[in-house]
């Protein structure tokens, strides 16, 4: 399996990663490379074999539905690292656009 | 001799005894850091409050103690990078848990460690704020991604350190510096408030002088965290019980996979566990699973939970936006968002799963004929400075001999087991047992340490 530079790009918009044109190459190059070492699986018969998507055993871990004030943020604590505040709220880019911006 | 030299547990006895004070041991650690650190690279930030924030603790287990923590910890009021532009700046407005009860119990955090960035890595060189050099041999790395935590060990700039490992970033940086490495089973101590990797493997543990002090450090963090959803809900063990054990009649496995360029260091480990036969265990060589295609399972299943991981970083409530992220983090979350497209997630995430399954079950297999697996740590002692550059594979391929038990959240130790004259570069052995039985691990990893003489702290000249 191996992958184009339009691919990458692809997935480097998909992923939001800004990424410049001697990025892409490099990183198409890289993905090859690991693509490689990755489709060493495939030797593997795994026909009737069930996934592990984790080790520890453990089911529905839940917990009581309760605040728990000593670890929530004050509204300080949740903004003191954003570049951006107003009036007490973060700044968040546009996501909804229409005709006359 | 100077006092930053000093183990742990012979720390904890002087001032029990009042050999020293705390005030003694801080100034000589603050001597060695302004002489190494610039050069080293072992530290991003230091806690400058550190001596005065000990007196108050000198009644607690770990009395006031200075301890090196890994930058990807969460430090309320201390920088938190990961290693990473990304993150430059931020100040954690809550504390790990980890470093919280390391802290109840009398640890003070000395500084933050470097690691490759968001511990992407094996070797510190994806750090954004430049590599740390391997104290043993500055021309050297000191491996990852907890190199600046093994380097602290290794160069005397802590007592004690903490890092993470997700497949390998205790154990290995601690065969390349030369140091004791101990990762936990998965589950045994708390990943909240640790910059997420893999959420599926990521486990925190201490990195130290001796097999003992790791048993001493890791009491004062491990256990049942309600605020980790994957955090194992019985009682640790006091692992100090598992020191000074006899370990006649427990069955050793050496994992010797016949891969050539590792002959002449699996030849030098042979020889080296001598050592425990003499004390009484059996030493067999066992056969296990090939272990290329645990590479595969690693980096498919690592990438796949790096890039959902890493989606948090949006520069908007902190940090700084996706455009800071290192050349390794942007691979890595690629990668993953790929592998978990629709249509590739069948073919990468489920067959990686599947063969994980397989590892499982040859550990199965493995511990139903014995109490603990050996084999090398790393193929190689510390590569060279600039070697990982653009090596998309560097950290895989150098943790292959630790990912099969990673994936499997198996407890596993490094111990020194060689030091080559010439470079003063170590060679270390990887202890693994089965899930929850640490003990083991211990037991065997402190008689070699004890009865052998690459321990430098124990075999001082």
């Known amino acids: 399996m191996s992958v184009t530079q339009s691919q990458v790009k692809h997935i480097a918009g998909l992923a939001t990663i800004p990424v410049s044109e001697e990025e892409t190459q490099k990183l198409t190059q890289a993905f090859n490379e690991t693509l490689a070492v990755v489709d060493q699986l495939k030797q593997v018969d795994v026909s009737t074999t069930k996934t592990t998507h984790q080790v520890t055993g453990l089911h529905n871990v839940l917990r009581e539905d309760v605040v728990r004030e000593d670890l929530s943020f004050t509204q300080a604590e949740a903004l003191a690292n954003a570049k951006v505040t107003h009036q007490g709220y973060f700044v968040v880019p546009y996501v909804l656009s229409n005709k006359d911006n | 001799m100077k006092l930053n030299t000093l183990t742990l547990k012979e720390s904890l006895d002087g001032l029990h005894k009042g050999d020293f004070s705390l005030d003694e041991i801080y100034r000589d650690l603050d001597q060695a850091y302004t002489e190494h650190n610039t050069k080293l690279n072992v530290y991003l930030s230091k806690n400058e409050h550190a001596l005065e924030q000990s007196r108050a603790k000198s009644t607690l287990p770990l009395k006031g103690l200075p301890i090196a923590v890994k930058d990807n910890f969460c430090t309320r009021d201390l920088p938190s990078t990961a290693s990473s532009a990304v993150l430059e700046g931020f100040r954690p407005q809550y504390e790990s848990t980890v470093t919280k009860r390391l802290q109840e119990q009398g640890g003070i955090v000395y500084g933050k460690t470097n690691l490759d960035a968001f511990a992407h890595g094996s070797s510190t060189e994806t750090s954004d704020f430049g590599p740390t050099l391997n104290p043993r041999n500055p021309e050297h790395l000191p491996g990852g991604s907890s190199g600046g935590s093994a380097a602290a060990i290794a160069g005397d700039l802590a007592i004690a350190s903490i890092g993470s490992e997700t497949a390998g970033s205790i154990r290995q940086p601690s065969a390349w510096c030369g140091t004791v ?3 936990p089973s998965y589950g045994r101590a708390s990943r909240f408030g640790v910059a997420a990797m893999a959420s599926s493997t990521d486990s925190p543990g201490p990195i130290t002088k001796t097999v003992e002090d790791a048993c001493i450090l890791l009491n004062t963090f491990a256990g ?8 194992y809900s019985e009682k640790s063990p006091d692992f100090t019980q598992f020191l000074d054990q006899s370990i006649k009649g427990m069955k050793i496995g050496l994992i010797y996979q016949d891969i050539e360029e590792l002959a002449t260091n699996n030849a030098l480990l042979q020889k080296e566990l001598e050592i425990l036969r003499e004390l009484g265990a059996t030493i067999e060589v066992a056969q296990a699973m090939d272990p290329h295609p645990a590479i595969g399972v690693y980096t498919v299943v690592q990438r796949a939970e790096v890039s959902s ?9 902190y940090g700084q936006d996706r455009s800071h992220f290192g050349a390794e983090a942007k691979r890595r979350i690629m990668l993953g968002t790929f592998t978990l497209t629709a249509g590739h997630a069948d073919k990468y995430y489920e067959t990686a ?3 994980r399954t397989l590892y499982l079950e040859d550990y199965k297999r493995l511990f139903a004929n ?3 697996l050996i084999s090398l740590t790393s193929p190689s002692y510390a590569k060279k400075v ?5 090596a998309a594979m560097f950290g895989e391929l150098e943790d292959m001999l630790l ?3 990673s994936v499997s959240g198996l407890p596993g130790i490094n111990v020194p087991f060689f030091r080559d004259p010439d470079t003063n570069l170590y060679l270390g052995a ?9 003990g083991n691990i211990i037991k065997v990893a402190d008689a070699f340490e004890k009865n052998s003489k690459w321990n430098s702290w124990r075999n001082r000249n």
């Open chain 2, 181 to 183: 490495g101990f990762k």
């Open chain 2, 224 to 231: 049942h965290d309600p605020l980790d959803g994957t955090s």
């Open chain 2, 309 to 317: 991981n890493l989606a948090r970083y949006d520069g908007i409530r």
């Open chain 2, 353 to 355: 799963q599947k063969v």
């Open chain 2, 370 to 372: 014995y109490d603990v």
């Open chain 2, 386 to 390: 600039g070697v990982s550059a653009d």
């Open chain 2, 403 to 405: 990912e099969a038990s």
């Open chain 2, 430 to 438: 990887s202890l693994i047992a089965p899930m929850w039985q640490e």
